[in-house]
């Protein structure tokens, strides 16, 4: 069974920046795709960004140009660099990830774990 341990979120001014790191235990990471999912008050819990074990990340079109997704294989963490942050970003962000790609790569259901979230409040 795969934990994921997100850590990094806090609270910042509009215009700010957050990085975000998941830290994944006990999973096969050379075969894993990764993702970053976020739940806003009152609404459901949408994807943010995905990146494939081969480094192909892919973003919602509401955070292109001021998110990047990367991973650092040495240590198996995923992070999140939240640039030029916007009040409507303020959610709860969550890891997600699964050992075979995820089509689509939004699609919640297709990721086996899942983190116990991080609160990202921007004002």
């Known amino acids: 069974h795969v934990q994921l341990v997100e850590s990094g979120g806090g609270s910042v001014q509009a215009g700010g920046s957050l990085t975000l790191s998941c830290t994944v235990y006990?999973?096969?990471?050379?075969?894993?795709?990764l993702g970053w999912f976020r739940q806003a008050p009152g609404k459901e819990r949408v994807g943010v960004a995905s990146?494939?074990?081969?480094?192909?990340?892919t973003y919602t079109d509401s955070v292109k140009g001021r998110f990047t997704i990367s991973t650092d294989n040495a240590k198996n963490i995923l992070f999140l660099q939240m640039n030029s942050l916007k009040p409507e970003d303020t959610a709860v962000y969550y890891c997600?990830?699964?050992?075979?790609?995820?089509?689509?790569?939004?699609?919640?259901?297709?990721?086996?774990?899942r983190g116990q979230g991080t609160q990202v409040t921007v004002s």
């Open positions: 997600v990830a699964d050992a075979k790609a995820v089509v689509p790569w939004d699609w919640l259901g297709g990721y086996s774990s």
């Open positions: 990146i494939t074990n081969e480094g192909a990340a």
């Open positions: 006990s999973y096969v990471w050379t075969n894993a795709c």
